[in-house]
């Protein structure tokens, strides 16, 4: 079975969903390890609940963005994992970690990229006063929120939404998305060519 390790910084509700996707037999990957940059994640919880080894690298102890990565490196090489999942991890990620995991790390985005990358995507949605806007799930590659794209899902701006409520709507759709991102990576069905993606077919077992 192929091992992930998730990264989070948060909440932790899309670890959530790959969790429930994980136990219901949805998804058939093992999640060998949570980790956390803060140590107050409540996604370290929702890992310990449902008995998932955790590991907290902090940032602020590390004198350097590359010291800090060559740390998460060899953390996670430790569990051996073929995929990182970046579910609201919070920090900027060099080319030192990108290309140590080339076209093996997967994020999440609340936006419909390449439209307003960076934090804040529903707010930057909102400001813009764009009708429509979603999320996205991709590869990542040395840029913000510019790698390959997996699935996009679109949702409604309404004329009375707060960030928050946007962000609400969003969050359902990732935690639909991201697990089906993850099965089709984990079925070997994603194939990378330049910047596109393209799903392969699912190949029948039965006769
Ligand atoms: C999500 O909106 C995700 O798109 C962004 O960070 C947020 C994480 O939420 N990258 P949660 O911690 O999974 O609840």
Known sequence: MKK????????GSNLQSIIDSVESGYLNIQIAVVLSNKEDSYGLTRAKNHGIPTQVVSHGDFNSREEFENRLIQVLDGYDVELVVLAGFMRVLTPLF????????????????????????Q????????RFSGCTT???DEGTDTGPII????????SDDTEESLGL???????????????????????????????????????
Do not use: M
């Open 138 to 140: 991709h590869f990542v």
């Open 169 to 207: 709507r969003i969050l359902r759709e990732e935690h639909r998305i991201f697990p089906e991102s993850l099965k089709l990576w984990s079925e070997g069905r994603i194939l990378i060519e330049g910047r596109k993606v393209k799903i392969l077919q699912k190949i029948s077992t039965e006769a």
């Open 98 to 121: 990108v290309n140590h995991y080339h076209h093996r790390i997967i994020n999440i985005h609340p936006a419909i990229l390449p439209a307003f990358p960076g934090t804040h995507g």
């Open 4 to 11: 992930i390790a998730v990264l989070v910084s948060g909440g």
């Open 123 to 130: 707010k930057q949605a909102l400001d813009y006063g764009v």
């Open 151 to 158: 699935i996009q899902a679109i949702v409604p701006v309404l």
